[in-house]
């Protein structure tokens, strides 16, 4: 069964930063491609990044400056640095396999929420 289990998100002053996880099982992790997508309220989801097997990263143009991805391929875990977070980055996260430009396309976790407010 696959599994993506996601993590890490919270209340985040603006300016602040967070580090999301998503620890993966039931597939050959090692071998995939991963991504984050986010769905802010009241709209569709968004791709967010991507990551390859060989580490090669992959930024929506928008997000390039403030978010990166990484993976641990031992751990089988996909990790999403985002720093300087900002109001409008308040979403609920998810990871995903695979990547498309519609990620709903996308197996994914159930996403955790990021909230971002003084």
């Known amino acids: 069964e696959v599994r993506l289990v996601e993590s890490g998100g919270g209340l985040v002053q603006p300016g602040g930063s967070l580090r999301l996880s998503c620890a993966a099982s039931?597939?050959?992790?090692?071998?995939?491609?991963m991504s984050w997508a986010r769905q802010a309220p009241g709209k569709g989801l968004e791709w967010v990044c991507g990551i390859n097997s060989l580490g090669n990263t992959f930024y929506k143009q928008s997000m390039k400056d403030r978010f990166i991805i990484s993976r641990d391929s031992a751990k089988n875990t996909v990790y999403l640095q985002i720093n300087s977070l900002k109001p409008e980055d308040a979403a609920i996260y998810y990871c995903a396999i695979g990547i498309n430009v519609d990620p709903s396309r996308l197996p994914r976790g159930q996403g955790t929420q990021v909230t971002v407010s003084s």
């Open positions: 039931g597939f050959t992790f090692s071998t995939s491609v």
